[in-house]
């Protein structure tokens, strides 16, 4: 079979076109050929091509050869389970002939899948005109008969498609589509039936990015800086006088229990305390061997103070540990 290495003419240049002799007695069909250019920005351009192969030939095949007709570097392979082995000759500048070795045989009529993924290293130019635009041209390249064959561009973010008066296409063939997926305009095309002679021609137009004013950062300038100090000077001392207050009202709790309260007092507080801040009057009862009306004696005093609180439950009361009541306890 002979394969004709497609011309590539990105920003007015082409490159060679010639012919080579390759496995002049494989017979493959490309059942699918998925290409995406993603111009990420206007130095950085970068190729995916997937691919899914049939073998027509009653032998089995253990390799195929493509020709990337590109200026290209960092050449990757890779299939489901993870990278091929390939053997890359370059031939000219803008001309590769890549053999690439299937993991495994493909017999006659079976399928094999891989993708490859490279670089290109011919930076987008800026045009001249008002308004000035970049273009980006790409002849596809077709090695073998393609029953299917998608090939899409991504535009750089905040890029837009450019079509000032409308004499000028902004993209060819003219039956894209685009569709727009996070600020990022997607230009594609679907081709069927394509024989090695075919090499589809694209372009597209496209406006220089637009960059977004920075955001100010409050903590940059130094009123904001004073501002902010200001603020949070005034946050501190609120929080350190509230502190101090809070200090002062625990040691006097604290002092409280040590003079003010009785032992009865202080046993009981102890008891609650013991319990997990809540006992019924009941169970003090109980516990200390007390009457109940002298339970009752010792408990209102200390409810008064802000130590405990009770509340009606049946015939009793069950009585709470507030947070003061804690602090004299601990």
């Known amino acids: ?35 995406s250019v993603d111009i ?77 993924k490279y670089d290109i290293l011919t930076p987008l130019a800026l045009t001249e005109s008002d308004p000035s635009f970049y273009y980006f041209e790409f002849y596809s390249s077709i090695s073998y008969f393609t029953l299917a064959h998608t090939f899409s561009i991504i535009l ?16 060819y063939p003219t039956n894209a589509t685009q569709i727009l997926l996070k600020n990022r305009i997607i230009v594609s095309w679907m081709f069927t039936n394509l024989s090695t002679s075919s090499n589809p021609f694209f372009l597209v137009r496209f406006d220089e990015p637009i960059i977004l004013e920075p955001e100010s950062n409050f903590l940059t300038s130094s009123y904001s800086l004073f501002i902010f100090g200001v603020i949070a000077g005034i946050f501190l001392g609120v929080a350190s006088t509230t502190w101090l207050i809070r200090y002062r009202e625990k040691k ?19 008891i609650i305390y013991d319990k997990k801040g809540k006992i019924s009057q009941r169970d003090l009862c109980e516990i200390t061997g007390y009457s109940k009306s002298k339970i009752s004696r010792n408990l209102v005093p200390l409810e008064e103070r802000g130590l405990i609180k009770r509340e009606r439950w049946g015939r009793t009361y069950v009585v709470f ?9 601990e």
């Open 252 to 270: 006097a709790i604290q002092k409280l229990g040590r003079v003010l309260l009785n032992e009865n007092q202080k046993a009981l507080i102890k």
């Open 321 to 329: 540990l507030t947070d003061d009541g804690r602090t004299v306890i």
């Open 40 to 116: 990420f920005s206007i130095n950085s351009v970068s190729m995916s091509e997937s691919f899914a192969i049939e073998n027509i030939n009653p032998l089995p095949i253990s390799s195929i050869n493509l020709w990337l007709n590109h200026s290209i570097s960092t050449l990757v392979i890779e299939d489901a389970e993870g990278i091929l082995l390939y053997n890359w000759y370059p031939i000219t500048n803008t001309s590769n002939l890549v053999e690439i070795m299937f993991r495994y045989e493909v017999e006659q009529n079976e399928t094999s899948s891989f993708v490859i």
């Open 1 to 35: 079979m002979m394969f004709n290495p497609n011309s590539i003419m990105i920003h007015g240049q082409t490159g060679p076109t010639s012919n080579i002799s390759v496995d002049s007695t494989s017979q493959i069909v490309i059942r699918s050929h998925v290409a």
């Open 156 to 171: 750089p973010e905040r890029s837009f498609i450019h079509d000032p008066d409308g004499t000028l296409s902004p993209f």
